[in-house]
């Protein structure tokens, strides 16, 4: 099965329900990409891969919820920086979604999560999400 995302993108300082959010956002990548990398016939996946894109889509969404909810309790001063960098990767992602749903192109879209989504994904969770979650944890003692 091919992959994209190993679970080790994943800091180890990531809060509990952050790590839970990732590693099913993996799944999600994983899966989409193992899906696009079959030969079939575009008629037979293309279902399958626009619903696994929705899932991400929506998995995405809720988790850049939490952790906005949870920088606005805990005042984080990065807050503005990180949900904006999140509302940009959304329009990414939305974007990607509806150019497949439109063209049907795999290789586009194959493009975008190599290229795109694998490097962003890691970034975030390696430098926003790991300061976010160190910074929770220093609130906490």
């Not at 899932?55 to 990065?78: C, N, V």
Request: charged share 30%; with cysteine.
């Amino acid at each position: 099965m091919p992959v994209l995302l190993q679970a080790d993108s994943i800091p180890p300082r990531a809060l509990h329900f952050m790590a839970r959010e990732h590693l099913d956002e993996i799944d999600l990548i994983n899966r989409l990409y193992e899906i696009l990398q079959h030969e079939l016939l575009m008629s037979i996946i293309y279902p399958e891969a626009v619903q696994c894109l929705r899932k991400l889509i929506s998995a995405t969404r809720i988790h850049f919820d939490h952790e906005e909810q949870l920088m606005r309790e805990k005042h984080y001063p990065g807050f503005i920086t990180h949900r904006d960098k999140h509302t940009a990767f959304m329009q990414l992602l939305q974007d990607a979604h509806d150019h497949f749903v439109a063209t049907r192109d795999k290789k586009k879209l194959l493009d975008f999560m190599e290229q795109v989504l694998k490097d962003w994904f890691i970034d975030h969770l390696r430098s926003e999400d790991f300061q976010l979650a160190k910074f929770s944890q220093r609130q906490h003692t």
